[in-house]
């Protein structure tokens, strides 16, 4: 088979995968069957408006950042005491033999 009707058969079954589903999908509906217990736009509606007449919030949006900043860490003003001598030299040894 010549490259040419390759190419030519490659288009046109994208062509026709693309028109099927176009035409598949424009017969969807879009929200339906959410099923019982989903909640709908008047629900939501409605919770937003509550949450709006309290004084405090009430939703996870105000957990994520607390109300008062956190003090710096404050850093030791002493070094921590090194290790002894000779577990230096026994680490640094172990090191060279790998």
Excluded: K
């Amino acid at each position: 088979m010549s490259p040419f009707w390759t190419a030519t058969a490659c288009l046109l079954s994208l062509l026709t995968g693309m028109t099927l589903m176009y035409v598949h999908h424009r017969r969807l509906p879009q929200h339906a069957g959410a099923g019982e217990g989903a909640t709908n736009v008047w629900q939501l509606i409605e919770h937003v408006e509550a949450e709006a007449r309290h004084d405090r919030p009430t939703g996870r949006h105000h957990l994520r950042e607390p109300d008062t900043p956190e003090p710096p860490p404050q850093w030791p003003l002493t070094p921590p005491e090194a290790p002894p001598l000779d577990l230096q030299h026994r680490v640094l040894e172990s090191l060279r033999r790998l």
